[in-house]
């Protein structure tokens, strides 16, 4: 009863407190509607690539002509690509050297193509080659089906219905938004901010001489660590759900099929930030130095978890290697994971890390407070 009694004061206090209340809703939802808004671009699949210039020759004649006109040029309109008849090869040449025009494409009267482009890397060039390249294989296909039945050539050429080719985007419903990422990265981020509560709920009873006098009473030291621990992730708990829910059904941010365990990841950090900020609370004596030591802990993890900023791919292998030692990295990653590729590799890893971490500040804070005289 005592541990309950502890656990109700501490989850009352967090909701009367009007800046935590700000620091755990307000300031977190804010986050997440600002940053989003602002690197919404930077999550953008898509990429405009311009219009490519081709000039173009048909000099044979007959169904192989037809067919290119019709499988090349025609198709290629449906992916924006502007064709010009050219009226001699030489001047065509140097409109390309000019970059006025992005390729060339030449099918002489021996039904052979070919094919120039501008020096150096160009995405226009290099998608008028991609098709064509399909068509040249598709054609190279026809052509060795005529050697089996040679009466058949002609229906496949004329065939204009047939669609060899698609592009698809691989996997493109399956990544984040902008505002997706970030309700996951800032939920994050300010669970670990989640620690500050602890200390404080470690230091205040200190300052008021409230804790040795629930001490003398009928409670016992083990009552207390539990209590107040258990109500400051009991508080967290209620605070961020608040969060989750405006971000699920006011912002609309996607949060997977299987929320029970994202939710079980979150709390598992929820349990190792608060364990951080009692042990911390124990730890040092002076509550300012414990309090700037968890300020500069929590920046440097949330960072190397991608809080700030996706940090995949990002700096060197020295680098990536160092964000594996954050725990929001794993907290965000096996999230991610969850919601997006129904992979779930990662979350045991996750969650023992953050339990791991919060055993052993727990166990400090039980091994000095035993240490200490009421």
Do not use: C, H
């Not at 656990?7 to 600002?34: C, T």
Request: without cysteine; aromatic residues 10%; proline residues 2%.
């Amino acid at each position: 009863m005592n541990i309950i009694s502890i656990i109700i004061k501490e989850v009352k206090q967090s909701f009367r407190d009007r800046k935590s209340m700000a620091m755990m809703i307000l300031f977190p939802i804010a986050l997440i509607v600002v940053i989003s808004a602002a690197f919404s671009s930077s999550f953008s699949s898509s990429i405009d690539i311009g219009t490519p210039k081709v000039l173009y020759s048909i000099e044979g004649s007959g169904s192989t002509s037809d067919n290119f006109r019709t499988s090349f040029i025609e198709k290629g309109k449906d992916f924006k690509i502007e064709f010009t008849k050219m009226k001699d090869i030489n001047s065509a040449k140097k409109k390309l050297i000019s970059k006025e025009y992005d390729a060339i494409v030449q099918m002489k009267s021996d039904n052979e193509i070919e094919f120039y482009k501008s020096n150096g890397e160009s995405l226009r060039a290099g998608v008028v080659e991609s098709i064509l390249s399909t068509y040249v294989q598709e054609f190279n296909v026809v052509m060795d089906i005529s050697k089996v039945n040679p009466k058949i050539i002609g229906s496949l050429l004329s065939d204009s219905k047939n669609d060899y080719s698609t592009i698809t985007s691989v996997n493109k419903s399956s990544q984040p938004s902008s505002l997706d990422y970030y309700t996951i990265a800032e939920i994050a981020l300010i669970i670990m901010y989640a620690g500050l509560a602890g200390l404080y709920g470690i230091a205040s009873e200190k300052n008021s001489k409230t804790r040795d006098r629930i001490l003398i009473s009928p409670v016992r030291k083990y009552e207390f660590l539990i209590g107040k621990t258990i109500g400051g992730v009991a508080g967290t708990i209620l605070q961020i759900a608040i969060v989750i829910l405006f971000s699920k059904y006011v912002l609309k941010s996607n949060w997977g099929n299987d929320i029970f365990t994202v939710l079980l990841i979150f709390i598992s950090q929820i349990i190792m930030a608060i364990s951080i900020g009692v042990g911390l609370g124990f730890i040092f004596k002076n509550e300012n130095v414990a309090n700037g030591i968890i300020n500069f802990m929590i920046p440097v993890m949330v960072f190397l978890g991608g809080s700030y900023m996706p940090v995949d791919g990002f700096g060197s292998k020295t680098f990536q290697a160092i964000t594996y030692l954050s725990p929001v990295r794993w907290v965000n990653r096996s999230i991610f994971d969850v919601i997006y590729n129904s992979n779930y590799s990662k979350v045991p890893f996750a969650i023992l890390i953050n339990l791991s971490i919060a055993v052993i500040f727990l166990a400090i804070s039980s091994l000095l407070f035993r240490k200490e005289n009421v």
